[in-house]
């Protein structure tokens, strides 16, 4: 099992919007139709903000969008605010894999 | 609302064993899977095994030799054990709960250090 490619790093200003690309293949991303997103602010615990490829868990912003085309997966983050300046990882949602993305780092600037 | 809180020895000497706890307040310890993932630093997730409620394990091949993982249904509390661990097993260390394929929640995390 490879982890998924992300972008090392991907930045925005307030207000903007961004788009994290996750790439797998057609035995990860691609065979499953279900993909989910964490949220990291070192030091503190990942928090789950997407599941099953665009859904929201409650409590989670509006501001974060997921999709998913073959065999690549994307998060958006619409009006940019500080408090995203995170590390964000996809991963397949399966009862089989257990890979992460390699990571991305979002900076507000 | 769910809560993970997890301890262990922060610094190892190569060769000692890795020893964390993650106990789990506020809901139901059946029905999940109970899982470790590690951070090294400056790098990305790595999956380390889970376990359930019955002791049912699921490990990553690539560590499977030196992990135990195991649950105390009695505190609602589940553990990791790493024995030989090197300098690559420096890493921080979450506990999460695996409610379907996601992980929701994660403790806090524990940095432990291998280093002579």
């Known amino acids: 099992q490879s982890a998924l490619t992300q972008p090392a790093s991907v930045s925005g200003s307030p207000g903007q919007s961004i788009t994290i690309s996750c790439t797998g293949t057609s035995r990860d991303i691609g065979d499953y139709n279900s993909v989910s997103w964490y949220q990291h602010h070192p030091g503190k615990a990942p928090q789950l903000i997407i599941y099953?490829?665009?859904h929201r868990p409650s409590g989670v912003s509006n501001r974060f969008s997921g999709s998913k085309s073959d065999n690549t997966a994307s998060l958006t983050i619409s009006g940019l605010q500080a408090e995203d300046e995170a590390d964000y990882y996809c991963?397949?949602?399966?009862?089989?894999?257990?890979?992460f993305g390699t990571g991305t780092k979002v900076t507000v600037l | 609302q769910v809560l993970l809180q997890q301890w262990g020895a922060g610094l190892l000497k190569p060769s000692e064993t890795l020893s964390l706890t993650c106990a789990v307040y506020g809901g139901s310890f059946s029905g999940y899977l109970w899982s470790w993932i590690r951070q090294p630093p400056g790098k990305g997730l790595e999956w380390i095994g889970e376990?359930?409620?019955?002791?049912?394990?699921n490990y990553n091949p690539t560590l499977k030799s030196r992990l135990t993982m195991s649950v105390d249904t009695s505190k609602n509390q589940f553990s990791l054990m790493l024995s030989s661990v090197t300098a690559a097993d420096t890493a921080v260390y979450f506990c999460?709960?695996?409610?379907?394929?996601?992980?929701?929640?994660w403790g806090q995390g524990t940095l432990v250090t291998v280093s002579s």
């Open positions: 999460a709960r695996m409610v379907g394929n996601d992980y929701s929640p």
């Open positions: 991963s397949p949602s399966s009862s089989i894999l257990r890979i």
């Open positions: 376990i359930n409620y019955s002791g049912s394990t």
């Open positions: 099953d490829v665009s």
